[in-house]
């Protein structure tokens, strides 16, 4: 964990931040949370579009360029859109009910040592 916050506050003050949030993510995951500032700067999108009104935006995809997409398989809301992962009624119905002996508390499962 040393070396990966090492590896993390590695940079030039004033220049641009290196494209390592995978990094970051494991210090969280590692329980480094709130990662430590940076004094660098983060890149952002070379063409930027404005984003739509409220009532406009919940009905259209965003503008792909408001993205850096350097780090993910895909490389459009689109691509996204369509990887979505899609709800199996049937199966979270059998999970449930394999747990819901431990969920439901019953008369002999209270007393039971």
Same mark, same amino acid.
């Given at each position: 964990?040393?070396? #990966? !916050?090492?590896?993390?506050? #590695? ?11 995978? !990094?970051?993510?494991? !210090? ?7 990662? $430590? ?13 404005? $984003? ?7 009905? /259209?995809? $965003?503008? @792909? ?5 350097? /780090? ?13 992962? #899609?709800? @199996? ?17 019953? $008369? ?6």
């Amino acid at each position: 964990m040393k070396k #990966q !916050l090492e590896d993390y506050m #590695q940079y030039d003050i004033g220049s641009y931040c290196a494209d390592d949030w995978d !990094l970051g993510l494991k !210090l969280i995951l590692g329980g480094c949370d709130p990662l $430590p500032m940076r004094r660098c700067l983060a890149r952002s999108p070379r063409i930027y579009q404005s $984003p739509f009104l409220i009532n406009e935006s919940l009905w /259209k995809l $965003p503008d @792909d360029r408001n993205v850096r997409w350097s /780090k993910y398989q895909c490389r459009s809301f689109s691509c996204l859109q369509k990887k979505r992962v #899609q709800f @199996d009624r049937d199966r979270e119905a059998e999970m449930g009910n394999s747990y819901k002996h431990y969920l439901t508390p019953t $008369p002999w499962r209270i007393f039971d040592h």
